[in-house]
């Protein structure tokens, strides 16, 4: 049952659906990865919501994710897309781990990438110089938290699955 959901996340993501993104998640699930720390759906949702949403107004005609590896309780993945904040491509390696509840909705989420490939592709030459320091990563992670908390804010979902 994990695997199919794993599988359904990312097909969802696929065709930019963060509402059936978010369905994939229990009300109490814990998301982190280089950007985000979240806690529950509604958080989760709304980053993934968010996400899609910049996919979909600058950069749909490039955006592509390839899903391989895919365990009980891991993936690899691979998105590629325009970066919204600078318009760079970006072309993210990405490997997550899962945990689930017994109903088969992700407990807990923990994406892996290598930060400094990804800031330089998605903020150029100040990625490549300091995109090994924890300044940029720590203004990176700041940056993506207060963007989050503009979306949510700017259009709530009481189904808490972000912004419609």
């Not at 695997?3 to 509402?19: G, H, K, M, N, S």
């Not at 985000?36 to 950069?59: E, N, P, T, V």
Request: charged share 25%; glycine share 8%.
């Amino acid at each position: 049952m994990s695997r199919t959901t794993i599988e359904r996340l990312y097909a969802a993501f696929e065709r930019l659906d963060a509402a059936a993104m978010a369905a994939c998640y229990a009300q109490g699930a814990v998301f982190d990865d280089e950007a985000f720390s979240l806690q529950g759906r509604a958080q989760i949702g709304g980053m993934w919501a968010m996400l899609c949403g910049a996919i979909q107004a600058k950069g749909r005609d490039v955006w592509k994710l390839e899903l391989s590896q895919v365990t009980e309780r891991s993936a690899h993945w691979e998105p590629t897309y325009r970066f919204s904040a600078t318009g760079r491509m970006v072309h993210n390696i990405i490997d997550a781990e899962f945990e689930f509840d017994a109903q088969g909705l992700i407990l807990r989420q923990r994406d892996r990438f290598d930060f400094w490939r990804w800031a330089r592709q998605a903020l150029g030459t100040p990625g490549l110089l300091l995109g090994w320091s924890p300044m940029l990563r720590n203004k990176v992670r700041a940056t993506a938290a207060k963007n989050l908390a503009r979306f949510l804010a700017s259009a709530p979902s009481p189904s808490g699955r972000g912004p419609g």
